[in-house]
């Protein structure tokens, strides 16, 4: 993965650490351009960001990717009800986010989703980060047909965008088991949100992907909720990022 060796030792101006990345979906006011620009890699929102900021960033040596929340119901998509899928006739409901889950084998869906990746590509962007993919293991482990259906949907659409849009690289979070069984190969990287080392450092589940991870020279991505888990995470050489929560509208210092 030549693109990833190209950011590992890119470092903006006073980066706090080359490993070092930032998930930011404000929007782009002064403020957030003059502090993002200080890191190698930064995750927005592209609904926030006109192309002159984003290419702000980039001119400051800094590697852009733009969200997509690719299973999750979102107002911005502006799909219909039957845009969602529907297990037993019924939706699957995400509860942490009021939502529910996309059938991304619907053509409406697949053409909403290239429509925000041709515009990251148009505003020039380094990359997509593909976010809720996670959703398919963690929420259909109980229909196999249909988790393993959603998987080769997700490559088979990702091949095909890349196709299109060659210059994009591409991250995902969470899925660890769809990236081991269908998108391995597709992405440049993982993204593990919540990395807390005193649950990482104990649970079996956390190292054995942490080895796995290892062994596939997967670069790997974590968001950790407090310094010690930053800590934790130099140690074992990983892309770091602190955020105490989930919840990315406000810049936080490292």
């Known amino acids: 993965m030549t693109f990833c060796a190209s950011f590992l030792t890119a470092a903006g101006c ?50 852009v990717f733009g969200y997509v929340n690719v299973l999750e119901m979102a107002p911005e998509y502006r799909l219909p009800p039957s845009a969602q899928l529907r297990l037993k006739g019924r939706p699957v409901a995400v509860p942490q986010w009021g939502t529910t889950l996309m059938d991304l084998r619907q053509p409406a869906v697949q053409a909403a989703l290239a429509a925000k990746i041709q515009r990251i590509a148009a505003h020039r962007y380094t990359g997509v980060m593909l976010d809720t993919v996670g959703d398919i293991d963690d929420y259909l482990t109980g229909h196999p047909r249909v988790q393993t259906d959603l998987r080769r949907t997700l490559a088979d659409w990702l091949q095909h965008q890349q196709h299109r849009h060659p210059k994009l690289a591409w991250l995902q979070n969470w899925g660890f088991l769809t990236y081991q069984q ?73």
């Open 182 to 254: 269908a998108t391995r190969g597709l992405v440049d990287g993982i993204l593990w949100e919540d990395f807390s080392a005193p649950k990482i450092a104990a649970d079996a589940w956390s190292q054995r992907w942490l080895d796995y991870f290892d062994r596939t020279q997967t670069p790997v991505y974590v968001v950790c909720p407090d310094i010690a888990s930053l800590y934790y995470a130099q140690e074992l050489g990983l892309h770091h990022a602190r955020n105490a929560d989930d919840h990315y509208d406000q810049l936080t210092k490292e």
């Open 14 to 63: 006073g980066a706090p650490s080359p490993r070092a990345f930032k998930i930011y979906y404000g929007d782009a006011t002064p403020a957030a351009v003059a502090a993002l620009q200080h890191y190698p890699l930064v995750i927005i929102e592209p609904g926030g960001w006109p192309a002159k900021q984003v290419q702000r960033l980039r001119a400051a040596g800094v590697q």
